[in-house]
């Protein structure tokens, strides 16, 4: 088995807004994936980026970057009331 991870990066859209993306291995692979949910708001998605070696495995990993961190749409004018779980629920 190689050791080299192949990925994609991307954005999708979110209302107004872009979330930012990336799937590491094969989404075909016949394993359910992986979605790895960093913390925050205001942590992205790089502390948690070693997660993307369990493609190895022939698992896909999906990381993403919550709305207002990292690669996906900041949003610095935005309020306390506009930060909700359910934002957050709803973006993934």
């Known amino acids: ?3 080299e991870i192949v990925s994609k990066e991307g954005r999708a ?3 107004a807004y872009e979330t930012w993306y990336r799937i590491s291995g094969e ?3 016949g394993k359910a994936p992986v979605v790895i949910l960093h913390g925050g708001p205001g942590a992205a998605h790089n502390y948690v980026d070693s997660y993307k070696l369990l493609a190895r495995g022939g698992r896909a ?3 993403y970057d ?3 961190c990292g690669n996906s749409t900041l949003l610095p004018e935005k309020g ?3 930060w909700t779980a359910q934002l957050f629920i709803d973006e993934l």
């Open 66 to 68: 919550q709305l207002g």
């Open 13 to 15: 859209g979110f209302g």
């Open 1 to 3: 088995m190689s050791s």
């Open 61 to 63: 990993v999906i990381h």
């Open 80 to 82: 306390a009331d506009f």
């Open 27 to 29: 989404l075909d692979a």
